[in-house]
C-alpha cells in the first residue's frame, strides 16, 4: 500500500527559531499533500493543501507567512514554522494523495516550543 | 466545515462486533465516505470508503444508507488493538477534494 513517511517524529526548538518538517511520498506520486495540527485532544484541523509545483492554499485563520509550504516534488513536501512560540506547539500531520493512491497519512510530528 | 456527525465515544466488548454511527444529511451526490481511524500520537490510518454501495474489507463493512444521509462503521469482531479514534469524513469535488475532521467517535474495548 501507499507509504507517507514524515520526519523529524519529535522535534523540541527554542522560541524564535524556524523548524522544517518534510513529508514524502515512499512509493506513488503526490500531487497534492496536505498540511494538518492536532492539539490535545482535539482533532485534525486542515492548515493548507498544495499541488505541485503550485503555490499552498491556506485555510481562513493560517498564517502563510508562519507556516511556509513547500511542494517541489511529486514526492516532497516540506512545512516550515517560522519564528515558532510555545503556542504552536502542536501535532502536526501531513496528507498525500495521487494518481491510484487514497489520502494516505504520515505519522506526525510533535513540535514543542521551549 | 465538518459535514458529518458522529458521538463522542462508543465502548465495546472484546470480540464483539461494534457498529459506529455517522450522519452525513448534507452529503451531495459526489461525496464519498471515508473512514479512518487514529491511535495516540499517530497519523490517521485507512479503514474503509464508499459512494453508494456497502462495502467490505478486511478490515471492516461500510453501511451506506440508501439516503446516503447517514452511515455506519461495522467492526466484525473487535480487538483491544481496535481502540482508537475513528473519523468519518466526506471528501467531494466541490470541497476541493479535501478532509475536514469532525470530531470522531473514541472506541474503548473492554477486554
Known amino acids: 500500500g501507499a507509504v507517507v513517511s514524515q520526519h523529524p517524529s519529535r522535534v523540541i526548538c527554542k522560541s524564535g527559531t524556524s523548524v522544517k518538517i518534510e513529508c514524502r511520498s515512499l512509493?506513488?506520486?503526490?500531487?497534492?499533500m496536505f498540511w494538518y495540527r492536532q492539539f490535545p485532544k482535539q482533532s485534525l484541523m486542515l492548515m493548507a493543501t498544495?499541488?505541485?509545483?503550485?503555490?499552498?492554499?491556506?485555510e481562513q485563520g493560517v498564517e502563510k507567512d508562519k507556516f511556509l509550504i513547500n511542494h517541489a516534488s511529486l514526492t516532497l513536501s516540506t512545512l516550515t514554522v517560522t519564528s515558532a512560540h510555545p503556542e504552536d506547539s502542536s501535532f502536526y500531520i501531513c496528507?498525500?494523495?495521487?494518481?491510484?493512491?487514497?489520502?494516505?497519512f504520515g505519522s506526525g510530528t510533535r513540535l514543542t516550543v521551549v | 466545515d465538518a459535514k458529518t456527525t458522529q458521538p463522542n465515544s462508543m465502548e465495546s466488548n472484546e470480540e464483539e462486533p461494534v457498529h459506529l454511527p455517522c450522519n452525513h444529511s448534507t452529503i451531495s451526490g459526489t461525496d464519498y465516505i471515508h473512514w479512518y481511524r487514529q491511535l495516540p500520537s499517530q497519523g490517521p490510518e485507512y479503514v474503509i470508503h464508499?459512494?453508494?454501495s456497502n462495502v467490505n474489507n478486511r478490515m471492516a463493512s461500510l453501511a451506506i444508507a440508501e439516503d446516503r444521509k447517514s452511515s455506519t462503521l461495522i467492526l466484525h469482531r473487535a480487538t483491544l488493538r481496535d481502540a482508537a479514534v475513528y473519523y468519518c469524513i466526506l471528501r467531494g469535488s466541490d470541497t476541493g477534494n479535501q478532509f475536514y475532521f469532525g470530531t470522531g467517535t473514541s472506541l474503548t474495548v473492554i477486554p
Open positions: 512509493d506513488f506520486q503526490a500531487t497534492t
Open positions: 496528507s498525500a494523495a495521487g494518481q491510484g493512491a487514497l489520502y494516505t
Open positions: 464508499g459512494l453508494t
Open positions: 498544495s499541488n505541485e509545483g503550485s503555490k499552498a492554499t491556506y
